[in-house]
């Protein structure tokens, strides 16, 4: 899996930098992220807003991996 996303990893390690970064300019997590409604927001130091994620989505997501989880040992056991 790496090796399809090798190009995306510096990418991605810089957007945790600069959230990191945020974080600690803003003083703590509580600060940077924050909940709207069931969307989760990354609140920037200079005014910017980011939606990084849906609680409704997250919901689905997680039922989704509890099924491919069972199907999995189902499998295994098979």
Not at 4 to 18: Q, S
Not at 20 to 37: P, R, S, Y
Not at 54 to 63: R, S, V
């Amino acid at each position: 899996m790496v090796s399809t996303h090798h190009k995306d990893i510096f990418a991605i390690a810089h957007r945790a930098t600069e959230f990191m970064d945020d974080v600690l300019a803003q003083g703590g997590l509580e600060k940077t992220i924050q909940q709207v409604g069931s969307t989760i927001v990354w609140n920037r130091p200079d005014g910017a807003s980011h939606v990084i994620g849906l609680l409704d989505q997250l919901d689905t997501h997680i039922d989704n991996i509890d099924t491919v989880q069972k199907g999995i040992v189902a499998g295994l056991v098979g």
